[in-house]
């Protein structure tokens, strides 16, 4: 009898970030932004508000200490367009920039709009405690984060 083969080896330790930069995972919307070493996207999870945003390095780094200062203004220059679009195409009475990094260990910056009409419980750090029935339809998270990426193509380099 033939010795048994090798146990297959064990997955490489995957990053979700990673993922969705080679494209094997997709956020609602897919990539919407890629340039200059940074990417957005939907964020890749259930979402109580239309248009959330993620905004990341392609690069593994743990976190925005990691960034070089043309890499670290070029995020933060990312993040205000982003924060005006979702008040100006979607409506947002106001956005949030969050980044806390204990979950996702890639580099990543939350820019969440809020809406006149976001329930109280949802607003500030409670939006990252939205309950599954809190989640909006996939459709509409898609729709909303295809409408930002339109915006951005359009909006091209301005600041
Ligand atoms: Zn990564």
Redo the contacts with the bound molecule.
């Keep these: 009898m033939p010795p048994a083969p090798p146990p297959p080896a064990p997955p490489p330790p995957s990053?979700l970030?990673?993922e969705i930069v080679a494209g094997r995972v997709r956020p609602p919307g897919g990539v919407l932004w890629r340039r200059d070493g940074l990417v957005v996207h939907a964020v890749a999870a259930p979402t109580p508000v239309r248009g959330w945003l993620v905004i990341a390095p392609e690069r593994?780094v743990r976190a925005v200490y990691d960034l070089d200062d043309a890499e670290t203004a070029r995020l933060a220059t990312l993040a205000r367009r982003l924060m005006r679009l979702q008040r100006e195409v979607l409506g947002a009475a106001h956005a949030y920039q969050v980044a806390i990094g204990e979950v996702l260990r890639?580099a990543h910056v939350h820019v969440i709009p809020r809406y006149d009409d976001t329930p109280e419980r949802l607003r500030g750090p409670r939006v990252f405690l939205a309950e599954p029935g809190d989640a909006l339809p996939e459709r509409e998270a898609e729709a909303a984060a295809t409408e930002l990426a339109r915006a951005l193509a359009v909006d091209g380099h301005r600041g």
């Design positions: 990053c970030e990673c593994h890639h």
